[in-house]
């Protein structure tokens, strides 16, 4: 089955250390994005990328770092210099990098210790 | 600045009891507006597209509608496995949007007892 795959489901950090979250699409999708949600929040955009080896910075970009090595994958760190890291993170992917709808990952859960 | 604005945050129905989720817009230029299903601890589940005022789209007991200013998800005799967060989100076609994103509202929890 064609899907977006996060990993891991859980995690839990101490403050100070980095880490990555993963997200790998088999749907063939030019772009993808990163959220992060927050109870009672809407989604706000860390970082999308269009096109291999390219993204950009979306709204809430400071203390995190993305790469798109390949069409399939597009992991996300969060770094310590990221205030408050505590949150929902979800990925999503765009067939077409200009219109349609998004399709997301079941999520990622951060706690930081 | 693109704005979506979902009410109310939270409805209680009863089982059958139908009612209406409003997504109030301020976009230059829309493009698409999205409706969403979310279940908690999970990804957002897609339901619908709507692209111009006046345009209708159904999927079992929902529908959802467009004006040049809101959309309403219409929920028909809801049932108990309903309940979910529903996401309204706007993509605009003004110049200020060169990355062609979505502006998420903060969502509708519905709760429906049976």
């Known amino acids: 089955d064609g899907g977006i795959t996060q990993s891991p489901k859980y995690l839990f950090r101490k403050e100070g250390q980095n880490v990555t979250l993963s997200c790998e699409q088999n749907?063939?999708?030019?772009?993808m994005y990163w959220y992060r949600q927050d109870p009672g929040q809407g989604l706000r955009l860390i970082y999308y990328?269009?096109?291999?080896?390219?993204?950009q910075k979306g709204d809430i970009a400071e203390g995190y770092s993305v790469s798109r090595e390949k069409k399939e994958s597009f992991p996300l760190t969060v770094t310590s210099a990221q205030k408050n890291p505590t949150a929902f993170y979800l990925c999503?992917?765009?067939?077409?990098?200009?219109?349609?709808?998004?399709?997301f990952g079941e999520g990622s859960r951060l706690t930081v210790l | 600045e693109d704005q979506v604005t979902q009410s109310p945050e939270a409805l209680r129905l009863q089982e059958g009891e139908s009612s209406s989720l409003n997504c109030s817009y301020t976009?230059?230029?829309?493009?698409?507006l999205f409706w969403y299903r979310q279940d908690p601890g999970k990804g957002p589940e897609f339901l619908f597209t709507?692209?111009?005022a006046g345009e209708e789209k159904e999927k079992e007991r929902l529908k959802a509608t467009l004006t040049k200013k809101e959309s309403f998800l219409h929920i028909t005799a809801p049932k108990p496995e309903d309940s979910a967060t529903y996401l309204c989100?706007?993509?605009?076609?003004?110049?200020?949007?060169?990355?062609?994103?979505?502006?998420f509202g903060g969502g509708t929890r519905l709760m429906v007892k049976p």
């Open positions: 999503a992917s765009r067939r077409d990098r200009n219109t349609g709808e998004l399709f």
């Open positions: 749907l063939n999708h030019d772009a």
């Open positions: 990328s269009q096109i291999v080896n390219d993204f």
């Open positions: 976009v230059s230029g829309l493009r698409g």
């Open positions: 709507l692209y111009s």
């Open positions: 989100a706007v993509q605009a076609g003004g110049s200020n949007n060169a990355g062609n994103m979505l502006t």
